[in-house]
């Protein structure tokens, strides 16, 4: 509990009332401004220890209140409040030297819970990310903006049920660890869960490794060949990362086995019943591929029973800093170090970027920072070079792939081959020289990417079937 007050600077009644009653009852001595005028004099009497400032004031603008503040009470925090969640308005907030952003309307355990983690020198979310975590099954933390409650909802729904799911998202939202939880929640979890990545897979093998193969394609040897997916997943889950790269033959027999419950091998002559739960991914829009005839319309509608979108990790507000302290205190756990929070300028480093690969991004900065660096916080200087200078980054185009048109435009004086191209070997360097991983981050087909290479008369250092 804080020795010095709590200032909160609202100028709405009713939240100055709500704030002021839930921390009072929580034990907290409170002062209270309607503006920023009132807020300086408050502050310089009372030297709070935390300031609750909405950032927008009558006679100001909250968010120089909290850089004025900052300067004149450097030990003070504050938290910026606002009834409009923008990322840039959270990116402004934590740059003027807020250490947290909250959105109204608040409950009360919201508002105690940002306040015992400012305490603390942790963000919001942080103290109730264990329940909501554990409550969708997940081992990881998900974050707890508003667009993620759909999806929590959505997997709570559907774990129960056996229908089938087709996941949409970004490279690296976490559509597979979402089927996992799906499945590891489900009625078929004891079946397995079999996984097969249509992108990877080698196309002249795809066949064998969904429906399986007869040992040689016989009457005498029937039932001791190899089995697919399909039958791998009996009573389990089946489930078909990057559905969009089969092709049209082999959706039209995956299209056949959902409609038979059936499946027959490769030289084998009698079908088998199959019993499965169907989980499909894909990076790229489904529908745009339907239009585009490259998915059979058919197999989409049977597949699309219940759609569940991840939303990519920029769209998705403080999820960033909450999922990115969370996983830090694991990491930490097991590198030894003892990392316990983010800076502000770190936490608006990581509102601003634009994460073009999401929780897989996200997840290899914090490792690089946990096994380079040690402190107790993570400063600028412990980030990778990109994002502590996105501009500067070797060849003008960001770091990590994503193309920030706002501020500068890098590709001035190219043509559009030349920037295709640098965004090809840029893909593929990230990756570890990987062309199928490289492929998934663009949102093409990985023979899109040897078709490219072949043209330019590039050796291929990337493994072609992972
Ligand atoms: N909520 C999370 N918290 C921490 N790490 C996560 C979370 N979700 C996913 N990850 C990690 O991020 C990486 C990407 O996750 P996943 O493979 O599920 O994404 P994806 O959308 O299927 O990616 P791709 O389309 O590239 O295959 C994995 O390393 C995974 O462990």
Redesign the pocket.
């Known amino acids: 509990m804080s020795r010095n007050p709590i200032l909160i600077v609202d100028d709405v009644e009713t939240h100055l009332t709500l704030f002021s009653a839930t921390l009072e009852e929580a034990g907290y001595d409170i002062v209270v401004a309607r503006n920023c005028a009132e807020a300086r004099d408050g502050a310089l009497a009372h030297q709070p220890e935390l300031a609750l400032i909405d950032i927008v004031l009558p006679d100001g603008n909250g968010i120089d209140l909290i850089t004025e503040l900052k300067t004149r009470l450097p030990a003070l925090k504050s938290i910026a409040v606002t009834a409009f969640a923008t990322v840039d308005r959270a990116v402004t907030a934590m740059r003027s030297g807020a250490i947290d952003f909250l959105v109204k309307p608040l409950d009360p355990d919201q508002l105690l819970a940002a306040i015992a983690n400012a305490e603390s020198g942790r963000s919001i979310g942080q103290q109730d990310r264990g329940s909501r975590v554990d409550g969708v099954g ?1 081992d ?4 707890s903006s508003e667009i993620m409650r759909d999806v929590f909802d959505t997997i709570n729904a559907v774990a129960g049920s056996a229908a089938p799911v087709f ?1 949409t ?12 939880t799906i499945h590891a929640r489900s009625g078929f979890r004891d079946g397995g869960l079999i996984k097969l ?1 249509c992108s990877t897979a080698a196309p002249e093998r795809i066949e064998a490794e969904l429906i399986g193969e007869s040992a040689h394609w016989d009457a005498r040897t029937e039932g001791k060949g190899i089995p697919g997916a399909v039958e791998k997943a009996q009573n389990g889950t089946l489930l078909l ?2 559905i969009c790269a089969l092709s049209l033959p082999m959706q039209a027999r995956l299209l056949g086995i959902l409609q038979s419950g059936s499946v027959t091998p490769l030289g084998g002559l009698s079908p088998r019943p199959v019993n499965f739960r169907l989980i499909c ?1 894909s ?1 790229i829009d489904p529908r745009a591929e339907v239009n585009a005839g490259r998915l059979r319309a058919d197999l989409f509608y049977r597949l699309n029973v219940v759609p569940l979108h ?1 939303p990519p990790l920029r769209g998705r507000g403080m999820d960033v800093v909450e ?1 990115a302290e ?2 830090l205190d694991k990491l930490c756990a097991r590198e030894g170090r003892s990392f316990r929070t983010l800076s502000t300028e770190v936490k608006a480093i990581f509102l601003d970027h634009n994460w073009p690969g ?3 991004e ?2 290899n900065v914090l490792w690089n920072i946990a096994i380079l660096h040690d402190g107790p916080v993570v400063e600028v200087a412990d980030l990778p070079a990109y994002l502590r200078n996105p501009q500067a980054s070797e060849d003008g185009v960001q770091n990590a792939g994503a193309f920030s048109l706002v501020s500068s435009n890098p590709f001035d004086g190219q043509t559009l081959a030349e920037i295709e191209r640098r965004a090809i070997e840029h893909a593929i360097q990230k990756e570890g020289g990987s062309i199928p ?1 490289a492929a ?2 663009l949102g093409v087909s990985p023979s899109t990417l040897y078709r490219k290479l072949d043209s330019w008369g590039k050796p291929v250092r990337g493994k072609r079937d992972l």
């Open positions: 997940f990881c933390p998900l974050g996941i998202g970004e490279s690296g939202t976490g559509k597979v660890r979402a089927a996992e990545d990362d990057e991914t990076t991840l999922i969370t996983e999401n929780l897989r996200l997840m991983a998934r981050s």
